[in-house]
């Protein structure tokens, strides 16, 4: 898919509303394909499951999602995993999505899969 086909995807998302999950693992997107991703993301609302596994989103992409997991208020599984993000990433993306999603007393449980063995600690 890479960055094109993320952007393309990104903006097809606009006009998917009833879409549950979206799985582009494996799809080698960066941060600029995460952020088009991204913005139209918060159109699908009722995405329940979203993997983004072994792309290459980095440090962009994940603060990008940081910012619109609290809007996603049914999702419940996220797979970022293989992603080159740092531990200090991963927790400012589940700080964000528990605070933001207490502070609007949603009730789902955000499941997030990271694999520790694909972390960099800083």
């Given at each position: 898919?890479?960055?094109?086909?993320?952007?393309?995807?990104?903006?097809?998302?606009?006009?998917?509303?009833?879409?549950?999950?979206?799985?582009?693992?494996?799809?080698?997107?960066?941060?600029?394909?995460?952020?088009?991703?991204?913005?139209?993301?918060?159109?699908?609302?009722?995405?329940s499951t979203l993997?983004?596994?072994?792309?290459?989103?980095?440090?962009?992409?994940?603060?990008?999602?940081?910012?619109?997991?609290?809007?996603?208020?049914?999702?419940?599984?996220?797979?970022?995993?293989?992603?080159?993000?740092?531990?200090?990433?991963?927790?400012?993306?589940?700080?964000?999505?528990?605070?933001?999603?207490?502070?609007?007393?949603?009730?789902?449980?955000?499941?997030?899969?990271?694999?520790?063995?694909?972390?960099?600690?800083?």
């Amino acid at each position: 898919m890479g960055e094109e086909g993320a952007v393309i995807l990104g903006s097809a998302l606009k006009h998917m509303p009833h879409l549950r999950t979206l799985d582009i693992g494996y799809n080698n997107i960066s941060s600029h394909g995460m952020l088009s991703l991204s913005d139209n993301l918060i159109h699908c609302s009722n995405i329940s499951t979203l993997n983004i596994c072994n792309n290459n989103i980095g440090k962009g992409g994940t603060k990008t999602l940081a910012n619109i997991i609290p809007q996603c208020k049914k999702l419940h599984t996220l797979d970022i995993s293989g992603n080159n993000i740092t531990f200090y990433l991963l927790l400012v993306l589940l700080t964000m999505s528990v605070v933001l999603k207490n502070f609007t007393h949603h009730s789902t449980i955000l499941e997030v899969r990271a694999f520790w063995h694909s972390l960099e600690y800083f």
